[in-house]
C-alpha cells in the first residue's frame, strides 16, 4: 500500500480529533481537503495529484463554506457586556460634555464612561439616550428619537 494512504488517514484522524476537542469549527476544513486526498490515494493517483487535491479541496472549503458554517453553527457565541449595550437605552447621571470631557450614563445598573455622537450635543443629568457604539470603554450616544 501506499504510504501517502497512511499520511492522509492520520492527518484527516487527527484533524477530526482536533475539531471534536475544540468544537469550534477550526479544523474541519483541513479533515474535507484530507478526505479527498485519501480518496485520491486510494485511486492510486500521483502524489503530486494527492497534495493539490488536499490544498485546492481544503482552500474551496475554507473560502466557501467557512462563512456559512460560522453564521449557522457558530452563532452561539456570548456577546460581552458591551456588544449588549449597542442600541439600548441609559439614563444619564453626570453632563455628557465632549468639550469638556464629562459624562457618565447608567445602564443595567452599571456605570459607564459616556461621550456623545455630536460634539456640540450635550445632555443632562435625568435624560434618557440611546447607546450608538462602543469605543475603549466608553458609550458613544445620540439622543432618544421621541
Do not use: C
Not at 45 to 70: C, N, Y
Not at 85 to 109: A, P, Q, S
Not at 117 to 143: C, H, Q, S
Amino acid at each position: 500500500m501506499d504510504s501517502w494512504i497512511y499520511i492522509w488517514l492520520v492527518l484527516l484522524v487527527a484533524t477530526l480529533i482536533l475539531e471534536g476537542i475544540t468544537v469550534g469549527l477550526t479544523s474541519i476544513w483541513v479533515s474535507g481537503g484530507a478526505f479527498a486526498a485519501l480518496i485520491v490515494a486510494f485511486l492510486h493517483g500521483p502524489q503530486w495529484l494527492q497534495v493539490t487535491v488536499f490544498f485546492v479541496v481544503t482552500f474551496i472549503l475554507l473560502f466557501f463554506t467557512r462563512p456559512w458554517a460560522m453564521k449557522y453553527f457558530n452563532n452561539k457565541r456570548i456577546r460581552s457586556n458591551y456588544e449588549e449595550t449597542i442600541g439600548k437605552e441609559v439614563r444619564v447621571i453626570e453632563r455628557v460634555d465632549n468639550h469638556l470631557e464629562t459624562g457618565k450614563v447608567i445602564y443595567n445598573g452599571m456605570e459607564w464612561t459616556a461621550r456623545s455622537l455630536n460634539d456640540d450635543e450635550t445632555f443632562e443629568p435625568d435624560e434618557y439616550a440611546i447607546v450608538e457604539n462602543v469605543v475603549g470603554v466608553k458609550l458613544i450616544i445620540k439622543r432618544k428619537e421621541a
